[in-house]
Every structure is written in structure tokens, then in C-alpha cells.
């Protein structure tokens, strides 16, 4: 982060529904940081990972993440997974990944390692019922 430059803050999710665990994540990573992102996983993504169908489309994902007051821009993730060129163009200062995301924080992890590039990782809480 450059001076005088606003400290971005991106989280992932599927965000089929956006319900108030994901707004609980959305609060958390914006203490983090000035600008949160929203990175909204691809339908092809939903179909060969959680092998089912999602209830709303990519776009209308989009849409929906994009009215959360907390949210300051909303992109669509890389078409192949684990590629992650959308952190690339973000630049983020800080990653914030829900308390259930461990296969994606293992893969960031080793993207990272393998770009020899060097983010924050932060972990949300889970939302206490």
C-alpha cells in the first residue's frame, strides 16, 4: 500500500444466499481495511467443487453481494480455479477468509508461495447462534 491509498480488504464466497454469517464476515474484514471486495465464485466453480447446481447465477450473485452497504465492489472470480490473477489485478493489503474456508486459505497459501508474494491472511470468527 502506497501513501494516501486506500488499504483493500478482499473476502471470497459462493454467496448463493447472502445471509447474516456472511455479513458477519463482511463486518469483520472491514475492520481490516478501508475498501472490502467481494470475489464471488464462478457457477462452474459451484457445479465441479460443490457438485450442485446454485440457486442464483453468477451475475445475480453479483448483484446481491454488490446491495450489502458494507461491500465497496464486487468481481467475479477467475474462470480456473486456483489461478487467482483477480488478487493480481486487486493487489489486496489484507485477504479475510471465513472461519469454514480452510481448502481455500491451503490453496491462497500456496499460490502465494508459489508468486513469491506475501498477503495478509485473516480468519473470521464464526457467528455465535
Do not use: N
Request: charged share 35%; with cysteine.
Amino acid at each position: 500500500m502506497k501513501g494516501g491509498e486506500k488499504r483493500r480488504v478482499v473476502v471470497f464466497g459462493i454467496f448463493d444466499e447472502v445471509h447474516e454469517g456472511h455479513r458477519f464476515l463482511f463486518e469483520q474484514a472491514k475492520q481490516h481495511g478501508d475498501e472490502l471486495i467481494a470475489i464471488v465464485g464462478r457457477d462452474s466453480f459451484v457445479r465441479e467443487f460443490k457438485h450442485k447446481e446454485p440457486k442464483h447465477s453468477e451475475q445475480e450473485r453479483v448483484k446481491m453481494v454488490r446491495e450489502e452497504p458494507l461491500i465497496d465492489q464486487v468481481v467475479l472470480s477467475d474462470e480456473m480455479p486456483s489461478t487467482y490473477g483477480v488478487l493480481e489485478e486487486i493487489d489486496p493489503d489484507v485477504i479475510c477468509l471465513g472461519y469454514d474456508q480452510d481448502a481455500l486459505e491451503k490453496d491462497v497459501r500456496e499460490w502465494m508461495r508459489r508468486r513469491g508474494v506475501s498477503i495478509p491472511l485473516h480468519r473470521a470468527r464464526k457467528l455465535s447462534p
